[in-house]
């Protein structure tokens, strides 16, 4: 069993900043990739940012240089430093990780239950 929990949500006013928290943890033999996905009502859950064995990062347009992914191997955690942040930002961010529970088995995603982030104007 692979148990993702997030960390680090809350309120806060538009142009603050918060930092999410991603511990990952279980039956994991590797991870190739751990990063953010969000959701805001009605919408569709969207790619924040990923993070590939520690330095190969990707963000969506709308968050690149207001967010920042980090990764810590050694706890299998990872981090979202967001910055700057708009009412637009509002919405459920989950924790990913594309995983292998064994040597040779075949990546599987997990994913976490979700923390709410709400941006106040």
């Known amino acids: 069993q692979v148990q993702v929990v997030e960390s680090g949500g809350g309120l806060v006013q538009a142009g603050g900043s918060l930092r999410l928290s991603c511990a990952a943890s279980?039956?994991?033999?590797?991870?190739?990739?751990m990063g953010w996905y969000r959701q805001a009502p009605v919408k569709q859950r969207e790619l924040v940012a990923t993070i590939i064995n520690g330095d190969s990062t990707n963000y969506a347009d709308s968050v690149r240089g207001r967010f920042t992914i980090l990764r810590d191997n050694a706890k299998n955690t990872v981090y979202l430093q967001m910055n700057s942040l708009k009412p637009e930002d509002t919405a459920v961010y989950y924790c990913n990780l594309n995983a292998r529970v064994r040597r040779f088995s075949y990546p599987n995603d997990y994913w976490g239950q979700g923390t709410q982030v709400t941006v106040s104007s």
């Open positions: 279980g039956s994991i033999f590797s991870i190739d990739r």
